[in-house]
């Protein structure tokens, strides 16, 4: 990502479950990646609201997608 000269967000991708997703979008975040946009991985969840909540604390504050989910190891 270091190499590329305008922003990268991370788009698209098969329909995995909450805890993958957010694995996902963590990893890509954390080698560079600007941002990601997210359609029917968030939307067509059974609790879109509490999902889009933990994808945003792994975005933006970095908390690790288990603990976003409420989920202990």
């Not at 963590?26 to 067509?44: I, L, T």
């Amino acid at each position: 990502m270091k190499a590329c000269s305008v922003p990268a967000f991370i788009a698209g991708g098969e329909k995995t479950g909450d805890l993958e997703s957010l694995k996902i979008i963590r990893d890509s975040v954390g080698v560079g990646g600007a941002g990601v946009c997210v359609g029917r991985n968030a939307f067509q969840r059974e609790d879109t609201k509490s999902f889009v909540k933990a994808l945003c604390q792994v975005v933006h504050d970095g908390v690790d997608p288990e603990k976003a989910l409420g989920k202990k190891r």
